[in-house]
C-alpha cells in the first residue's frame, strides 16, 4: 500500500469523515489519464485521492500532503480539519521521521 | 470564482443519473463534491416539484414555475466550488474549507426548516480574508401560511448558528428577502389548496 493510500484509509478512519474527495478536477484527472494512455505500460492513471509531494522548504526537505473530505456532520468543521492535518503530520512523522511536513486540508462538503 | 475548480458535469447529465442510477461517470459522480452537491441540490428540487404537483401545480399559473426556473439557474453556479475560505491551524499547514460547501450548509439548513426553501444564495464579501465582515444573502420560496416575520427570524438564528458551528466566518448579516410565494397545502377534503 502506498503512502498516499495508507493517508487516505487513516483519513476515512477518523471520527467525523465522511469521505475522501479525488484530490483533483475533472480536467485535470482526464488528462492524466491521456497522458498514461499514450505512455509505455500497461498500468491505467490511477484516481488520486491523496497527494504528496516533497519540497525545498529552507534546505529541509518538506513534504505537502493536499487532501478534499467531506464531513459528516457530527465535528465542526474547522476542528475536523485541524485534527486531520495533525493525524496526517503524526502518521508522516512516524513513517518518514525528518520530515517537515504541511497539510493541506480542504473540506469540501458539510454534512454529507 | 476560479472556473479549474469547477468539474464541467452538466446538470441534465446529473438529472438523468439521478433517474437512472446509472452513469458512464459513475465513479466520478461519487467521488467529486461538486457533482455531489448538485446531485442533493436536485433531489431537493424534485421534492419541491412533488409537492408542487401535490398541490396541482398545473393550475397555479406563471409564479411558480418562475421560483423553479430561479432555483435550477442558480443550482448549477452555487454549487461550484467558489472561494476557498481559510480556516486557523497550524502555522505550517493550509486548512480551508470551499464556499459551495458553506452555501450548501445554508441551503440543507434552510430547506430543513417547515415551509422554507433556499433561491438565490451569495456570500458577500471577502471570505478569503480571516476576519473580514461577510454578509449571507438568501432569497427564499415560502409556503403560503406562514407568518413572514417569523420565518425569516427562524431562518437567520438557523443559519448563523449553523455558520458559528461549521465555519470561522465573520458573519455581518444574514439577509432574508421572501421572492416568491408557495400555494399552501390542500387540506384534506377541500378542492384547492388555496382556500383557507
Known amino acids: ?112 | 470564482m476560479n472556473p479549474t475548480r469547477d468539474c464541467g458535469r452538466r446538470i441534465w447529465d446529473l438529472s438523468d443519473f439521478l433517474d437512472t442510477g446509472a452513469s458512464p461517470d459513475a465513479e466520478h459522480i461519487a467521488h467529486c463534491p461538486q457533482c455531489q452537491a448538485r446531485l442533493a441540490g436536485l433531489r431537493s428540487l424534485h421534492a419541491a416539484a412533488l409537492e408542487l404537483l401535490e398541490d396541482d401545480v398545473a393550475s397555479a399559473g406563471t409564479e411558480e414555475s418562475g421560483w423553479l426556473e430561479t432555483m435550477l439557474a442558480n443550482l448549477r453556479l452555487e454549487t461550484r466550488a467558489g472561494r476557498s475560505i481559510p480556516l486557523a491551524g497550524d502555522p505550517s499547514d493550509q486548512l480551508s474549507e470551499t464556499e459551495g460547501a458553506v452555501i450548501a450548509l445554508v441551503r440543507n439548513i434552510g430547506d430543513s426548516l417547515g415551509g422554507v426553501l433556499i433561491g438565490r444564495c451569495r456570500l458577500d464579501g471577502d471570505v478569503t480574508v480571516p476576519g473580514a465582515p461577510v454578509e449571507v444573502n438568501v432569497n427564499v420560496s415560502a409556503r403560503y401560511g406562514y407568518p413572514l416575520p417569523g420565518l425569516a427570524e427562524q431562518l437567520r438564528e438557523a443559519v448563523v448558528a449553523g455558520l458559528l458551528v461549521e465555519t470561522e466566518l465573520n458573519v455581518a448579516a444574514v439577509n432574508v428577502a421572501f421572492t416568491d410565494m408557495r400555494a399552501p397545502i390542500a387540506e384534506p377534503g377541500t378542492e384547492e389548496g388555496g382556500k383557507l
Open chain 1, 1 to 112: 500500500m502506498s503512502l498516499e493510500e495508507e493517508i487516505r484509509e487513516l483519513v476515512l478512519g477518523l471520527e467525523g469523515v465522511s469521505i475522501v474527495y479525488a484530490a483533483d478536477p475533472l480536467w485535470l484527472t482526464v488528462l492524466k489519464q491521456v497522458g498514461a494512455a499514450l505512455s509505455p505500460g500497461d498500468d491505467p492513471a490511477q484516481l488520486p485521492f491523496v497527494v504528496c509531494q516533497m519540497e525545498d522548504g529552507d534546505g529541509r526537505a518538506t513534504m505537502r500532503v493536499q487532501i478534499r473530505i467531506g464531513s459528516k456532520g457530527d465535528v465542526p468543521a474547522p476542528a475536523l480539519a485541524r485534527s486531520v492535518a495533525a493525524a496526517i503530520r503524526r502518521f508522516i512523522a512516524a513513517a518518514r521521521p525528518g520530515l517537515e511536513v504541511v497539510a493541506a486540508v480542504e473540506i469540501a462538503a458539510i454534512g454529507v
